[in-house]
């Protein structure tokens, strides 16, 4: 899954790049020149021309409501304060105690709130 | 014995410390948030007074006048008796259980109880809320089924919400009665 150049990567940037391109000169095409014009030269079935200018507006309204959106969604899904996603979750209540091996770095887990409390808040004499 | 200590809360506003140890066992640990103050009072009332004057001016109607004095009546009214909590204190009695109680300023007291068995533990913990992270004492609840897991988390102080230097004297008098309960069952 390396971000290298790949021949098959070349290609599809190409293909990409080619269609950008031809998606962009057909809608300068469709907003620019009048209907009679594309009529005459028999090609009939286009969308209306105001949305030539409508869909554009509509991309960058939904942009710029899109970083309120994302604000709002990120506060909706914030857990509140009593709930016990603040304390444990899952993965620690699920976690294995390994033993305790003398003069062995003690294994990785996660520490229960109350002990983490003792240690900060009581100082042992 | 009573000794009031000053503190900060949250958002810097000053609150009072209040510790009564009633017997061993039992102490009680108030938190006094400041009271209503007149400039904000008369501040809120002048800005929706000028408000309805505009509206006034604007549509010549005189029941907006009225509507505006009422609005800030009411709006008074529902504030000091839902909203403004003066004082939230707790109860600690080692052998019975932990009672919460929020002080309105209108007078109204909310009283909740939890009893000892049902009390796993009280601990600061500290939690995203509304863009800030702020530390909070809460009561951990036990849950039946399993003796090492949490049923429910309940938030003390929430409208006072005193910072850590404040919390940390809390802890500390609530975790000498509640050592107390371990050394009675042993």
């Known amino acids: 899954n390396s971000p290298a150049p790949l021949p098959e990567r070349a290609i599809y940037g190409f293909a990409l790049f080619l269609g950008s391109w031809f998606g962009f000169i057909l809608y300068l095409i469709w907003a620019y020149i009048p209907e009679t014009w594309l009529f005459s030269l028999g090609l009939t079935y286009w969308p209306q021309k105001y949305w030539a200018v409508a869909l554009p507006v509509y991309l960058l309204v939904a942009v710029g409501l899109g970083y309120i959106l994302l604000f709002g969604i990120n506060m909706m899904s914030t857990a509140p304060l009593n709930s016990t996603h603040n304390i444990t979750d899952n993965f620690a209540k699920k976690q294995q105690q390994k033993k305790f091996q003398e003069e062995a770095i003690p294994a990785l887990r996660d520490i229960p709130i109350s002990e983490v409390n003792r240690m900060f808040f009581l100082p042992e004499k | ?186």
């Not at chain 2, 000892?116 to 995203?128: C, P, R």
């Not at chain 2, 809390?170 to 107390?180: A, G, M």
């Open chain 2, 1 to 186: 014995m009573a000794e009031e200590r000053r503190f900060r809360s949250a958002s810097g506003a000053p609150i009072a410390l209040r510790c009564r140890q009633h017997s061993a066992s039992c102490r009680e640990l108030a938190v006094r948030g400041p009271r209503l103050q007149l400039r904000s009072l008369s501040a809120a009332t002048s800005a929706v007074w000028l408000a309805a004057y505009g509206l006034f001016a604007l549509s010549e109607n005189s029941m907006v006048l009225s509507a505006a004095i009422f609005i800030t009546l009411i709006g008074l009214i529902i504030y000091l008796h839902f909203v403004k909590i003066d004082q939230e204190s707790l109860l600690v009695i080692g052998s019975l259980g932990i009672q919460v109680t929020s002080s309105y300023a209108s007078g109204k007291e909310s009283t909740t109880f939890i009893e000892m068995g049902q009390v796993k533990d009280v601990v600061i913990n500290e939690a995203i809320h509304m863009q800030k992270v702020i530390y909070y004492l809460c009561i951990l609840l036990q849950d039946p089924e399993d003796p090492q897991g949490v049923s429910e988390v309940v938030p003390l102080f929430q409208s006072s919400k005193p910072r850590l230097d404040c919390l940390i004297e809390v802890y500390k008098s609530c975790q000498e009665i509640l050592e107390q309960r371990k050394t009675a069952s042993q």
